[in-house]
């Protein structure tokens, strides 16, 4: 189709882009924003399908589709007007497809963002007339401010339509191109100015919050889902909110903070925050995603007062607002280079979002525990937790997903309802719980103790350490110890081993073992004494070779064709070789038109060398096609069913 303007993406795009690439084909409904659309009296079927073409002439967000095939970036296209499809279901048993069918089709297909574009509507009619209007939204185009915009253009029309008048509805003054375009004129230093901001940040990112908890042999892939609604606890959150005069999110992130440390044992604890960029960016209004989870850290390691937490916690909600405007996929790559640094993954996958949802409400007067449906899908998205509060009119919800790798059922239960308790014990002015007396009040089972050496101000696990070090094949033994050098392994090889290929092996082994930490220096024994000693840290003198395997040059050839590289060492990780994160699913797309499947857009982005990620990579049986890889408003809430995303410093800055 041609195409009307075109630029680069939004920045806020690019956290749904690559978050969208990351799950399965199959499971990319759960990013997908679902609501039953209420309708004026008088409605009918035509005045919806007349409305929603005038809202496709109006905004170039619902006809823009996405070339991630484009060099040097990829681009948003805006499509010329056309009408938008309307689905129509019955509920009449007339021989098709019922409703429910329709609705769940509509909702379940994963969004094609080369050809969809970004809205779905179908309209169910019973005799004829129309009853309902579902709409399915792609969470890369929308949020809780752009929905909030339609909804308003979309109320206008169908007024006007029903009482047969004029539409009145005044210019759009912000598309996404024009953001696009906006974005990508801005001067260099302001930019590099607002990521140093996230550097620093990521620098103090602890490696793992859960690395004391965490089992992935337990049950892998299970996860669980639960809810507490808990009608005192709005009035509670904003009485704290209104005494330290902070907004209610800095509020929730406090307890959130505290009682994360609680459960995990650590006294540094960080978490993905949803901020929104619109103020920061200028463009409040624009009809596209502007929020992405931002890295939050929280230092308790001198055990503070409740009060001091919930300062804290609000300067970390400012400082995220006034940063919020850069490219996502520059923090991705601030992530993977810092775990190169560390020599382990700098995990922060736990995700913290603040909801209104007012004037609905919660529909109970007492506090209500539920068991929801496992996740399954959200579990494919790396995450390893997602904590959700949501304010109605006349109530809180706390909502938790959580992988059974980091916590069980009863983990889970205790973790909402100790929330909870430690907001109502502040709801007396007199109270001030320190983190460890809060910790108490939650009443976790503690986490297993487990050996750690402290080393640079990291926890390590010597033997995990050892163990992966051990995968190698090369290798007979392994002891780890610590000294002045840093983290020491005196390995004992069958076969010629350099500390280089012991480097390059942990580096990603310590993926894959929690609290495993590449060493900082190798002392290599022959196990037959035939050789002498070698010793380093394993830095290489020369790139590695490429091994004798089609996938390591297959993965090293589609790296550098779709980043512009003229090289690729395997030894490197993605991002060290020169890759960026906003081309990752280019690079997917490229292995599976190879007829290679099994990485993914966290496999790719993290710190694992090039060559160790070629253990995962597999014969899909056939080369892909080359190519990018209720009720109420509608609202997004990270997926699922319609709930409104907003709070300042999470959502879209509508806190109060």
Known sequence: MPVSRSAQLCWGQHYHLLRYHQVPEVSRHEAHIKAE?????????????????HLVRRHEGLRTVYDLDAHPWPLQRVEPPAPLPLHEATTEDDGTPPPAEVIRRLSDTAFDITRDWPLRACAVTTGGRLK???????????????????????????????????????????????????????????????????????????????????????????????????????????????????????????AYAVTLAAYTGERAVAHRMYTSQRDASGFPSVLTCMSYPTPAVLDLRDDPPFSTVLRRAADRVGQAMAHAHIPYDRLLEFIAQEGLRRGRPVRVASELNFLDNAPLSCRTRRD???????????????????FRVYEWSDGITLALQAVEEVMDRDAAERFLRGYAR????????????????????????????????????????????????????GVRSVTVRHDDRGLVADVVADRPVTPALLRTHALGAAHDRPGARCPDWFRVSDAGRRLPPVEGDGSPAAPRPPADSQAERDLLAVTAEANGL?????????????????????????????????LTIDLLGGARPLHTLTDRMRRSGHAADPGPAGGGRPRPDGGGTASPATGAGMGEGRDR
């Open 132 to 254: 309902r209007l579902h709409l399915v939204f792609n969470h890369l185009s929308f949020d809780d401010v752009s929905l909030d915009v339609l909804c308003h253009d979309l109320d206008a029309v169908l007024a006007a339509r029903t009482e047969d008048r004029p539409v009145t509805l005044a210019p759009v003054a912000q598309q996404p191109v024009d953001l696009a375009r906006y974005e990508a004129a801005r001067p260099a230093g302001v930019v590099e100015a607002a990521l140093d901001h996230w550097r620093g940040e990521v620098r103090r990112l602890p490696d793992d919050v859960f690395l004391r908890r965490r089992d992935p042999h337990r049950a892998p892939g299970a996860a669980h889902a639960a809810s507490f609604t808990v009608p005192s606890l709005l009035a509670t959150a904003r009485a704290v909110a209104a005494r330290h005069r902070v907004w209610p999110s800095a509020v929730h992130l406090a």
């Open 37 to 53: 659309y209420p309708l004026p009296d008088g409605c009918t079927t035509e005045h919806v399908r007349r409305a929603l073409n």
């Open 368 to 386: 209500r525990f539920t068991w929801n449906a496992a996740p399954t899908d959200w579990t494919t998205a790396a995450s390893d937790l997602y």
């Open 566 to 598: 003229r090289a690729v060492d395997p030894a490197d990780s993605y991002a060290a070789a020169g890759g960026r994160a906003l081309r990752m699913p280019r690079v997917l797309a490229a292995l599976r038109a190879r007829g290679w499947e099994g």
């Open 422 to 473: 430690l907001l109502a014990a502040h709801a007396d002015p007199g109270t001030d719980l320190t983190v460890g007396q809060a910790a108490e009040l939650a009443g976790f089972t503690p986490a297993a103790e487990r050996p750690l050496l402290a080393v640079a101000g990291q926890n390590v696990d010597a033997e995990q350490t050892a163990a992966a070090l051990r995968e190698h094949p």
